[in-house]
């Protein structure tokens, strides 16, 4: 302490403001609170790994500090090749020399910097150093970063994980094998005799494959519906009855399809139904309203404000699904969270397989701060991920917690991530596809969302 905070704590012992016993614990206290100064921002790094098959990618902040750095999730696997010069060739220049400590100004420099924005190549960008430089304070503060957001509102997420098969029996087995390990809600899917399904493969073999007028596999929405109904009665039928169920309809339906399908399952009390429209058709939300007390889910496409403002401010949802990198990372969707906070609608953000855990640390971190939590997707981490990636949160009994050490208490180890390439273990229309995704068609060979 220098002399003029001396004199000016003597004055309030005087004043009667501090105890002599306050006073003496001063010097102390500033040792031990005391911040490193500012750092800046010396080099950027692309981690590009895929050791489990789906393509990962990490971006490394380092400071002008010996030893300071930070790791943030910039994953987008269908198009991963595209994130990395968006982070080398536009943002590593435009920050270098930067100070680490401005997050939000930081976001916003360059969110704006590129004059047309709100892709999720360059949200994804974004949300690498948004979240290396909130794991950078963490460190710095030698705190987890929920502890930077205000600490727990809750102890951990409750969170749900994906129950699918072929044939309906082994849906349900899957669904009782999962809360056999202690989790409370369960997504179900299964798949459409004859037909391409989502989430859960193709049926068995007894059933034969509808050809259509090409060669790949079909899917229709109807026959996928009736599917989904069936699936939905046998769950309620043979599952404990406080297990919360979940289904994912994946925008496949047609619009006014959507609506009816949101009226027949309200009988089966869905936590939720999610992607039951694509963000093109969000309007229809308010006849999915009117007509039903459904559970809505919506928006881990999302990429742009337009897209959830009204579906929040209008109260059409009841969980924002968003995945926070594809809106910039941490900084937006803090204040996603804000904004659903005050219109009751309730956080379920996307947690799929192709998300490094840098970025399932993120959503838990969100989880246990925001009091408007409702549920996260978890998928589990697989042992190659957990090599690269050491101190992946862990999931106990259906809870999420998140990791108690410094910023997103994850280190990244780069000689591991080196091991597994952009296409290591990546099968099929994948790997032809550098990591995309194929097609979806009708019987009629029409092509539809997926
Ligand atoms: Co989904």
């Not at 590593?92 to 190549?121: E, H, M």
């Not at 968003?322 to 009751?344: C, D, Q, W, Y």
Request: aromatic letters at 8%; a neutral charge.
């Amino acid at each position: 302490m220098n002399r003029r905070n001396l004199l000016k704590s003597a004055a309030s012992v005087f004043a009667g403001l501090v105890t002599k016993r306050e006073l003496a614990a001063q010097p102390a206290i500033a040792k031990a609170t005391r911040g490193l100064p500012s750092p800046k921002i010396k080099d950027i790094q692309v981690i590009a790994t895929a050791p489990a098959g789906l393509r990962l990618v990490v971006v490394k902040i380092i400071t002008d500090q010996d030893g300071l750095y930070g790791y943030g999730c910039a994953t987008f696997t269908q198009r991963a090749d595209l994130v990395v010069p968006a982070v080398e060739k536009y943002l590593k220049p435009f920050l270098l020399g930067k100070p680490t400590d401005r997050i939000d100004d930081t976001w916003q420099a360059c969110y704006n910097s590129s004059y047309w924005r709100n892709g999720p190549v360059l949200n994804n960008a974004i949300s690498g150093v948004d979240m290396a430089l909130w794991d950078i304070k963490g460190r710095q503060a030698n705190m987890p970063v929920y502890q930077l957001l205000g600490g727990k509102v809750r102890e951990a997420a409750d969170c749900y994980t994906h129950a699918s098969g072929g044939e309906i029996s082994q849906t349900l087995d899957s669904a009782r094998a999962i809360i056999d390990r202690g989790f409370r809600y369960v997504r179900v899917q299964v798949a459409t005799p004859g037909y391409e399904g989502y989430g859960a493969g193709r049926s068995g073999q007894a059933t034969a494959k509808v050809a259509g007028l090409h060669s790949g596999a079909v899917f229709e929405s109807t026959p996928y519906m009736r599917s989904a109904l069936k699936l939905f009665e046998a769950c309620r039928k043979s599952l404990p009855e406080d297990i919360e169920l979940l289904h994912d309809v994946h925008e496949r339906v047609h619009p006014i399809q959507a609506v009816r399908f949101a009226k027949d399952v309200e009988q089966f009390r869905l936590f939720f139904l999610e992607d039951a429209l694509s963000p093109e058709d969000i309007d229809y939300f308010k006849m999915i309203r009117q007509q039903s007390a459904t559970q809505i889910a919506m928006g881990e496409l999302f990429n742009n404000p337009h897209e959830w403002v009204p579906l929040i401010s209008q109260r059409l949802i009841d969980f924002i699904r968003i995945h926070p990198s594809m809106i910039g990372g941490l900084t937006p969707a803090r204040k996603v969270s804000a904004l659903a906070e005050a219109f009751n609608v309730r956080s379920a953000w996307h947690g799929p397989g192709d998300l490094s855990p840098i970025g399932a640390a993120c959503n838990v971190t969100l989880d246990v701060t925001i009091p408007n939590f409702g549920v996260q997707e978890h998928s589990p981490f697989p042992p190659h991920v957990q090599e690269v990636f050491q101190g992946c949160p862990v999931v106990k009994d259906g809870y999420w917690h998140p990791n108690d050490a410094p910023g997103w208490g994850i280190e990244v180890n780069e000689q591991a991530a080196a091991k597994y390439p952009f296409g290591s273990n990546e099968r099929d229309e994948r790997k032809d596809l550098n990591g995309g995704w194929g097609e979806v068609r009708k019987r009629d060979g029409a092509i539809i969302k997926q």
